[in-house]
């Protein structure tokens, strides 16, 4: 098992910036790809970002590239989501997620075997 605790939400303006944080702890020897997700009220969960654990490749959703950066720390098997200029639309409960299998695009919420409880962003226009 492999559990995973979000911080770092809350409430910012537009065109700003807030970090958010995974801790991750357990089996986490067994994670290959540690991702984010959010969830914005009435919609799916959507893919934001993904990043491998030992080599640390990255891939964004197109809506994000350029303005927010996914990174991790291994020593402190923490994953982090820097997000810049950020919109209204950004707003979603956002949650971070691992997942251990191989040959996986992991880019859908099915490819992720663990799930932190979420925390919210509320981006203000």
């Known amino acids: 098992q492999v559990q995973l605790v979000e911080s770092g939400g809350g409430l910012v303006q537009a065109g700003g910036s807030l970090r958010l944080s995974c801790a991750a702890s357990?089996?986490?020897?067994?994670?290959?790809?540690m991702g984010w997700f959010r969830q914005a009220p009435g919609k799916e969960r959507e893919f934001v970002a993904r990043?491998?654990?030992?080599?640390?490749?990255?891939f964004y959703t197109d809506s994000v590239k350029g303005r927010f950066t996914i990174s991790r720390d291994n020593a402190k098997n923490t994953v982090f989501l820097q997000m810049n200029s950020l919109k209204p639309e950004d707003t979603a409960v956002y949650y971070c997620?691992?997942?251990?299998?191989?040959?996986?695009?992991?880019?859908?919420?099915?490819?992720?075997?663990?799930w932190g409880q979420g925390t919210q962003v509320t981006v203000s226009s």
């Open positions: 997620a691992a997942g251990y299998l191989y040959n996986r695009d992991y880019a859908k919420p099915s490819d992720y075997a663990y």
């Open positions: 357990g089996r986490t020897f067994s994670v290959v790809t």
């Open positions: 990043i491998t654990w030992s080599g640390g490749s990255t």
